[in-house]
């Protein structure tokens, strides 16, 4: 019985975590760096592009991380939410251009 609620308590901890659009780490970085570094992070952040096998893209950014002044590190191993596998993504960076900015 403790041990259910204890359980439970978990679930609701992670699903409001999920809820949230931003992670903790990428609100902290948002709070503690000046304006233009944070835009900067940001914006490195959402170039970053994790590919599935079967085509579903995802940027770092969307899932809760944070590419910043880094490079190589070429995927990672985690769930589709697309397909629903666990696959290796490769990870690569696709500039925003800007001409997609102005
Ligand atoms: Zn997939």
């Known amino acids: 019985m403790?041990?259910?609620?204890?359980?439970?308590?978990?679930r609701i901890g992670t699903l409001k975590r999920y809820n949230e659009s931003m992670s903790f780490i990428q609100k902290l970085l948002l709070a503690v760096l000046p304006g233009a570094s944070a835009k900067?992070?940001?914006?490195?952040?959402?170039?970053?592009?994790?590919?599935?096998?079967?085509?579903?893209?995802?940027?770092?950014?969307?899932?809760?991380?944070?590419?910043?002044?880094?490079?190589?590190?070429?995927?990672?191993v985690m769930k589709c939410p697309r397909c629903g596998k666990i696959t290796w993504q490769t990870l690569s960076r696709t500039p925003i251009s800007a001409d997609s900015l102005a």
């Open 40 to 76: 900067s992070m940001e914006a490195e952040s959402r170039e970053w592009i994790y590919t599935c096998p079967c085509g579903h893209t995802c940027s770092v950014w969307d899932l809760g991380g944070v590419r910043w002044k880094a490079a190589g590190t070429p995927g990672r």
């Open 2 to 10: 403790i041990l259910t609620n204890f359980q439970n308590r978990l």
